[in-house]
C-alpha cells in the first residue's frame, strides 16, 4: 500500500518531468504573475493631466493652481494655459481625444470671495470613462484645495484626528497584491491540474489500465492529489521567495504555521478539483469547470476589494468560498503576524469545507469507476 | 468555399455536442459581468471601525453615531477587546479603531483644540487611505453641524462633474474591457484547445489527409469560435444594458469593425498558441499566461497603462486588448468617432497583420 502510494507519486512526476513545456510553465507561471501584478497594481495614480480655466486671474487662483501643480499628481497641460479664454464645452472633445483628464475652473470672484469670508466654489470636471482614475483623482484634488483653503482663510478645524498605520506604514499595494498572489496560485494549479488530470487518464483510457493493476482506488487518487499539493506548495514557496527577495515584502508571522494552513487550503481545492473530475467526461470541460470556479473564487475572496464592501448577498455568497478563508488567513499571518487564535474561525471554516467536499468527491469518485 | 462549409459544420457539431463546454461558455459571460458589476465595487463603503469610548460624555456618543450613520463605516460583528484593542485589527474583524480620548465633550463645548487617535490596518493600502479620508469627512461634517445656522464658513468648496459615467459606477467601468477580456479569452483560448485536441487524440492528422488545403482547415475550425466570441461580446452588452443600465453612446457598427479586428488578432495568438503544444492541458496553460493575464492587468482594464512601470507600458503596446479597451470605452461610454480612435485603431490592426503573418506561417510549416 505504502510503496504503491509511493511509486505512484513518483510516476507522476516523471510525467510532468517529461513534458518539458508544462515544466516551463510551472516555473514561468508565479515568476510572470508576480512581476505584472506587482508592478501594474499600481495604485498611485501620477501625471493626470489637468486643463486648468482661470478666469479670475488673481494671485490667489494662480497660487490655488500651483498647489496643484506641486507634488506629481497633476501635470497642467500647457496648451490650458494658452486658451484660457476658450468655453468650457469643448471640454468634451479634450476629454475624448485623451488630451486632458480633468479639468479645474476658477470662475470670476473667486479671490474677491475669499477676500470678504465668503464660502467659494471650484469646478472640478473629470473624464469617467476610466472610473478608477478619476476617483483618485477627484479625491487628490479635494485634499490640495482643503489644505489650500485652510492656508488661505487660516480656519483649521478644532478637533483633528491623528491617524497611525499598521502593519503598512509605507503603503506598500504589494505587500498586501503578493500574498494574494500566492493564494491564488495555489488555488488555480491544484484545481485545474488535478480536475484535468484525472479527466485526462479517463479520457486516453489509462485510468482503467491503472484500474486493473492490483493498485486500490483511493491509493491511486491519493497518490495523483499528493503530487498536485506538491507541485502547488512549491509554487506557492517560489512565489513567495520571490516576493520577499526581490520585491523585498515583509513576512512578521510564523512560515510554519502559513504551511500547515496552506495544506488545510489545498484540502478543500484539491477536493474541488476532485469533484469537478466526476462532473465532466473531457479535459475541455474540466477546464472550463475549474476555469468558472477559479473567476468566481478570486473575485470574491477579497483579492481585490474588500468583502465588507459587496453587497449583503454576495457577502453572504463569498461564506461558500474557500479562498476567502485562505485570504485573510495568509494576509494575516505575512503581514500583521496574526497567530493561530486570530485565525480559528476562518481555520475552523476550512476544515468543515475541506472535510465535507473533499469526502464527497471521493465517495463520488468511487461511485463514477464502479 | 465549399470545403470550408463541411468543415464548419464539423466544428459547430463538436461544439453543439459538448453541451457542458457550451453552457459554461454561455454562462461564464454573465457571472463576471454580475460579478464585476455588482461585487466588484471600486468605491470603499462600509468600512468596518471600532470606536473606543473613553470619554462618555453626549458629545462623544453624538460622535459615535455620526461614524456609524455615514455610508462610509459600520459596525463590526464582535467587539473591541479592551485589553488587547489591536487584536480585533490582527483577525481582520475590523479595518480600524478610532480612540475618543477623555476630555473629548469638554473641549468641544469650550471651543478648544483637541486630537482623536486613529489606528488603522494600513494592510489593504488603498482601504487605508479610504478611511483615512473618510474618518476627517465624517469629523468635519460633525463639527459643522454644530456651528449655529447662519454664520458663514469661509473657504473653497469643490463643485465636481464627472463625465461619461457621473456616479462612477462600476458596472459603466468594468463591462467594456469586460467584452475585450472575454473576446480574448474565448478566441485564444478555445482555438488553441480545439487544435491542440486534434492533435492530442490523432484526428488532425486524419483531417490532413482529407482532401482539403490546411488553410481551409484552418478557416473553417476558426470561424466557429469568431462566431461564439461575438456572440460571448454581445451577450455581455446586452445583459449589461437591462441588468445594470450601462449606455451605449457610440456607433455600434465602428465597434464591430474593430471587434473583428480584435477577435483576429486573438484568433492569431490562438494558433501560435497551438502550434507550439501537443496537449490541451499545456496549451490551456499557456493561454492562460499569455493571453488571459496579460489582458486582466496591462491593458487599462483595471489599473490604467500609465500609471505602470515604463518598462510594463512597453510591453503593453504588444497585448491587442489594450488597444481594444481604449476604443470600447470610446465607443461605448464618450460616443467617440473612427477620428478620435484611429491611433489605437492603427495600433490594433498593424499587431492583428503581425500576428496572422506569423501564425500562418507557423501553421504552414507545423502541418508539413
Known sequence: MRRAYLGLIRKEFIQVWRDPKMLG?????????LLLLGYAVNVDVKNITLDVYDFDRSRTSRELVSAMKAGDYFLPTEEAFVREATPVWDLDARFKDGSAEMALIISNGFSSGLARGDSVTVGVLADGADANSARTGLGYCAQIVNRYSRRVTGVSPPVEIRHRFLYNPEAESVNYMVPG???????????MLTSMAIVRERETGTLEQLMVTPIKVHTLLLGKLTTFAILGLFEATLALTIGVLWFGIPFVGSPLLLFALAGLFLLTTLGMGMFFSTITSTQQQAMFLAWFFAIFAILTSGFFTPISNMPPLIQRITYLNPMRYFMSIIRGIMMKGAGLVDLLPEIGALIVFGAVIFSFSMIRFHKRVG | MHRIRFIVRKEILHILRDVRSLIIVIAMPIMMTFLYGYAINLDIENVTISIVDFDHSRESRDLTGSFYNSPHFSRPKVPVDPLDPESILRSARSSAILYIKPGFGQALGNGEEHTLGMTIDGSDAILAAAVQSYS????????????PHGVPVPGIMISPRVFYNPDLKSAHFFVPGLVAILMMMISALLTSITIAKE???????QL????????????????PYILIALLDGILVLVFAK??????????????LGFGLVYVAAA??????????????QVAMMIALLTTMLPSVMLSGFIFAVKNMPVPLQAVSYLIPARYFVAIIRGIMLKGAGADVLAVHGLGLVVLMASLLLVAGRRFKTRVD
Not at chain 1, 25 to 33: C, G, R, T
Not at chain 2, 199 to 205: F, N, P, R, V
Not at chain 2, 242 to 255: K, N
Open chain 2, 136 to 147: 476627517n469627512v465624517v469629523l468635519r461634517d460633525f463639527l459643522l453641524e454644530r456651528v
Open chain 2, 208 to 223: 490532413l489527409t482529407a482532401p482539403v488545403r490546411p488553410s481551409e482547415i484552418l478557416v473553417g475550425k476558426l470561424l
Open chain 1, 181 to 191: 498572489i500566492v493564494a491564488t496560485l495555489l488555488m488555480m494549479v491544484t484545481v
Open chain 2, 199 to 205: 492533435k492530442e487524440t490523432g484526428t488532425m492528422e
Open chain 2, 242 to 255: 437591462v441588468v445594470f443600465g450601462v449606455p451605449f453612446v457610440g456607433a455600434p457598427l465602428l465597434l
Open chain 1, 25 to 33: 510553465i510551472i516555473f514561468a507561471m508565479p515568476v510572470v504573475q
Open chain 2, 267 to 280: 484568433l492569431s495568438i490562438g494558433i501560435l498558441i497551438s502550434s507550439l503544444v501537443a496537449t490541451q
